[in-house]
Structure formats: structure tokens, C-alpha cells
């Protein structure tokens, strides 16, 4: 059984930083893609980034490109996602994804299986 605890959320200035984690537990991940996705109030989830748990690969949504990295350390099972130059329009709940992808690197929420249970993300102007 899979299960996704992330952590690091909270409250940060505009032009701050924060750091998330994801640890991921109940198999091995090889094979696996692990995302980060968000979602706003009344808003859609949408995706943030990704990384390949093999190969390392990763993806971004443009909007956070150059501001936040997606990275893994294998030993500890656990996803990491670097959030710098924060903006009051990252502010959103967070969510830890995973999906077994033989190809490419998916940015639809519907195509993952597993989930975390969210961390609060909030940037003040």
C-alpha cells in the first residue's frame, strides 16, 4: 500500500522560500513518477513539477520554472521541492502524487493513482 506524507508547508513572505517533502513508503519506486500538483481555492489542481524516481528527469509548469526545483533522494524515499522567490499566487495546498509511467513524465491529475494528504502553502504580499 502506498502512502505519501508530504510536510514543510506554511506561511512565508513574498520573496521567501520553502521547502516540501514528500516521504513516500509501501513499495519501491523504480518506475515511478512522483509530481507535485496545487490547488487554489476555487480553482482547478493543477500540476507544479515532476521527477522521474529512475532516471531523474524532470518537468516543470512554466509559471515556477527558475523558482522551484524538484529533486529525490532514494535512500530516504522522500521527494523534495525547493520553492524560492515565492509569489502571493503560489499560495495553495500542495499535493504529493506517484504513478507507475513506463513512458514520459504525465502533468494530468487524473493519471495518478496515489496521493498525499496535502500541505498548506500560504505567501503574504
Known amino acids: 500500500q502506498v502512502q505519501l506524507v508530504e510536510s514543510g508547508g506554511g506561511l512565508v513572505q513574498a520573496g521567501g522560500s520553502l521547502r516540501l517533502s514528500c516521504a513516500a513508503s509501501?513499495?519501491?519506486?523504480?518506475?515511478?513518477?512522483m509530481s507535485w500538483f496545487r490547488q487554489a481555492p476555487g480553482k482547478e489542481r493543477e500540476f507544479v513539477a515532476a521527477i522521474s524516481w529512475s532516471n531523474g528527469r524532470t518537468r516543470y509548469v512554466d509559471s515556477v520554472k527558475g523558482r522551484f526545483t524538484i529533486s529525490r533522494d532514494n535512500a530516504k524515499n522522500t521527494v523534495y521541492l525547493q520553492m524560492n522567490s515565492l509569489k502571493p499566487e503560489d499560495t495553495a495546498v500542495y499535493y504529493c502524487?506517484?504513478?507507475?509511467?513506463?513512458?514520459?513524465?504525465?502533468?494530468?491529475?487524473?493519471?495518478?493513482?496515489?496521493w498525499g494528504q496535502g500541505t498548506q502553502v500560504t505567501v503574504s504580499s
Open positions: 502524487a506517484a504513478e507507475r509511467v513506463r513512458i514520459g513524465v504525465p502533468m494530468s491529475a487524473p493519471a495518478y493513482d496515489y
Open positions: 509501501g513499495r519501491t519506486f523504480s518506475g515511478y513518477v
